[in-house]
């Protein structure tokens, strides 16, 4: 059974930090490329990072370049993501997603929210 668990959100005032992290199981974690995505009400869900399977390469929305840092544990099958200096428009629902593009086969997570508030 494929899971996908993110944990680590919550309220943190405008320019706190943050740190999300995803346990995964029930499939190759090293074989997937990672992402985290986010999502607001009435918004599409948006990329906001993402990590190759070999933690080789990284990207970045441009909205988060210099204060977010997307990484990955591949003997703990687990990804993390470093938020800093926060701003309110990073409130959303933060969702873990892992994708394989040789098979078409991508999970989600069921998301944790995160409130940039003061």
């Known amino acids: 059974q494929v899971q996908l668990v993110e944990s680590g959100g919550g309220l943190v005032q405008p320019g706190g930090s943050l740190k999300l992290s995803c346990a995964t199981s029930?499939?190759?974690?090293?074989?997937?490329?990672m992402n985290w995505y986010r999502q607001t009400p009435g918004k599409e869900r948006e990329l906001v990072a993402g990590?190759?399977?070999?933690?080789?390469?990284?990207n970045y929305a441009d909205s988060v370049k210099g204060r977010f840092t997307i990484s990955r544990d591949n003997a703990k099958n687990t990804i993390y993501l470093q938020m800093n200096s926060l701003e309110p428009e990073d409130t959303a629902v933060y969702y873990c997603?892992?994708?394989?593009?040789?098979?078409?086969?991508?999970?989600w997570g069921q998301g944790t929210q995160v409130t940039v508030s003061s």
């Open positions: 997603n892992a994708r394989r593009m040789i098979t078409r086969t991508e999970y």
């Open positions: 990590i190759s399977r070999a933690a080789g390469s990284t």
């Open positions: 029930g499939f190759t974690f090293s074989a997937y490329a």
